[in-house]
């Protein structure tokens, strides 16, 4: 079992920046492919971006070219830069693992709030 824990987040205004850090420990041999999720109040929660070990990348649509996942397998870390915010981007953002068997581990959240 991976344990995952976000932080970061917070309130910013439109077209701001944030950013939020994951820190992965536990079975850390499972720690494969990680990546950002989001859940806003009342929609499921969707992808927002992913990273392999080996560094390839997918973005969700909505998030291409302004916000930037990166990973440290040094330190069991993964990164999400998030640039010009948009109040659509509010939600909860959850740090996940998928292990090789596609096993998956989540973080608590940490609460993104995008004003207008």
């Known amino acids: 079992q991976v344990q995952l824990v976000e932080s970061g987040g917070g309130l910013v205004q439109a077209g701001g920046s944030l950013s939020l850090s994951c820190a992965a420990s536990?079975?850390?041999?499972?720690?494969?492919?990680m990546g950002w999720y989001r859940q806003a109040p009342g929609k499921q929660r969707e992808l927002v971006a992913e990273i392999t070990r080996g560094g390839s990348t997918n973005y969700a649509d909505s998030v291409k070219g302004r916000f930037t996942i990166s990973r440290d397998n040094a330190k069991n870390m993964v990164y999400l830069q998030m640039n010009s915010l948009k109040p659509e981007d509010t939600a909860v953002y959850y740090c996940n693992n998928q292990d090789r068997a596609f096993r998956r581990s989540w973080g608590q959240g940490t609460q993104v709030t995008v004003s207008s």
């Open positions: 536990g079975n850390i041999i499972s720690i494969n492919v």
